[in-house]
């Protein structure tokens, strides 16, 4: 595949496509752009890049799924301590934050799959 290749909708625009020249470290630099920089530390990570997205997928779940906890619960855990416009500040913030997560848990998803060989085929 050349660097012209398409790639999925959703695809994160600073990973190169599949088959270009450097996608692969283009795809790594972008997954550690998601992750705490600590991740760098890990060398069985940096030649693995496989094994990054698996990582870092299981990571932006859980950042899924405590952002959805955290907002199902704020209206009873906040009521006696913040004003309600305050309030539905927090919560349109969450909303945008969950928005955000679920979109980029796609695209790591994107990611990993073409790490695997997985490759999109455009249909018309």
């Given at each position: 595949?050349?660097?012209?290749?398409?790639?999925?909708?959703?695809?994160?625009?600073?990973?190169?496509?599949?088959?270009?020249?450097?996608?692969?470290?283009?795809?790594?630099?972008?997954?550690?752009?998601?992750?705490?920089?600590?991740?760098?530390?890990?060398?069985?990570?940096?030649?693995?890049?496989?094994?990054?997205?698996?990582?870092?997928?299981?990571?932006?779940?859980?950042?899924?799924?405590?952002?959805?906890?955290?907002?199902s619960r704020a209206r009873v855990e906040t009521a006696d301590h913040i004003e309600?416009?305050?309030?539905?500040?927090?919560?349109?913030?969450?909303?945008?934050?969950?928005?955000?997560?679920?979109?980029?848990?796609?695209?790591?998803?994107?990611?990993?799959?073409?790490?695997?060989?997985?490759r999109w085929v455009p249909r018309l």
């Open positions: 595949m050349n660097s012209s290749a398409s790639v999925p909708p959703g695809w994160p625009p600073q990973v190169r496509p599949p088959g270009a020249p450097q996608w692969e470290e283009s795809a790594r630099n972008w997954l550690y752009d998601q992750v705490p920089g600590e991740w760098r530390r890990y060398e069985v990570l940096q030649r693995h890049p496989l094994l990054l997205a698996r990582n870092v997928r299981y990571h932006v779940e859980g950042a899924i799924n405590g952002h959805r906890l955290g907002y309600p416009p305050t309030l539905q500040q927090l919560l349109e913030a969450d909303a945008r934050e969950g928005a955000r997560l679920v979109a980029l848990a796609r695209q790591v998803r994107l990611v990993e799959d073409a790490l695997q060989g997985v």
